[in-house]
């Protein structure tokens, strides 16, 4: 039977096709790292640990994923397969490791998708007050109502369906709101570099180590995002060098971009402005703009990230689905491609579905989510890190189109500070995960990957897949 071919298509015979380009590869990374987050968190990492207290704790978490960053750039060009940290874990450490590290960073992608699927109720909250309508229930002591759910659930279906019918088209959105992101982020700037007042940044410190420990241990979900370049390696057109060059721009760009956005918000408000501010990042754009309609500007363009992170991490998410099932590890259904559009679409419509369900957790969920998907990126991270430096060993002749310099140190560093940061989610940290919602996130995904990874094994086999 003749190989099936589609124009702006993804997959020739069953297999994913190179299709994505480089600057759409860029607003993958840099649109998947920045997102929604950076409006709706800043004034909460500035109140934790004061406003150059936050600046370093981005700074400082910077650093460990430019490290980490380093060990995936050299093993997406050497390994440029769907599935990113399955594909490095399995050749490097086994099948078992492979499985508990993709599970991990889908932790970390599910959270962001249903993350996401919260912020945008908060975002329509804001531009439209008094929008919330149809008391449900109370959770966390916020009341959950009908109206926000709903936008919530339907922006999560159409954002999944966006994902079934292409990658092209989502690569497309992804790009469209990444240049919009950047425009208001650069007129934040802006505003504060022309009307900021140094004097708003007090407190420079607060709460001491804890306050800078509980900005830290949000930053790992922050930055989550350049691994979807790993992810979707097979459907990126570009030479294997440049994958691992991109990644690392995109990185720096993150690192930049955060530390400027909660200095300028910092010199927009008073520390007793953003105290009593729903949305500090907005009301921050509104104060050095001169006017209300900077605030609602920024909102708009934070809108951008919130589509450029759901849509990144279902990508990212669903090819992560879909090598464990294409190893055997997760039911081979998950595997198998779109008979008209030719994506993983069983593998998008899991993932989509768990954002679907978001909402009804209400606003709360946003905390619990970054700081419970947290965990499951550090631990990714390290067995990457750990497959790094493995591979250096036993395959020191292994074709590596990027090669990081000082290979070794780069791998061991990434792999000590991968391990310590992950530390700082245990009971004995001061910046915990809080018991029992963030807690009952982490044991609920461990449980479900136990049943999956046991029921792929007892019914079905890995999918065939055509060679390269």
Known sequence: MAARQKMGGQVTGGRLIRVIRRKEVLALSFGAMVGWSWVALTGTWIAGAGSVGAMLAFALGGIVVVFVGLTYAELASAMPRAGGEHVYSKRALGSAASFICTWAILLGYVSVVAFEAVALPTVTDYLLPGFSRGYLWTIAGWDVELTWVLVGIAAAIIMTAVNVVGIRTAARLQLVATVLILLVGVLLLSGGLLGGATE??????????QGFLSVLIMVPFMFVGFDVIPQSAEEIDISFADIGKLL??????????????????????????????????????????????????????????ILTSWNAFLIGGSRAVYALARAGQLPASLGRLHPKFNTPHRAVLLIGSLSVLAPLFGRPALVWLVDAGGLGIVTAYAFVAWSFIVLRKREPDMERPYVVPQGMIVGYTALLLSLAIGMLYFPWSPAALVWPYEWLIVFGWIIIGIVMYVWAKKTAGPVEVPPQ
């Open 248 to 305: 690392m721009v995109s990185i720096a760009m993150a690192v930049i971009w955060y530390v400027a956005m909660i200095w300028a918000v910092s010199t927009g408000l008073t520390s007793a402005e953003r105290q009593i501010s729903a949305l500090p990042t907005a009301d921050a754009s509104a104060a050095l703009l001169g006017g209300s309609w900077g605030g609602k500007l920024l909102v708009i363009g934070g809108i951008g990230g």
């Open 200 to 209: 708003n940044m007090a407190p420079l410190f607060n709460d001491g180590a």
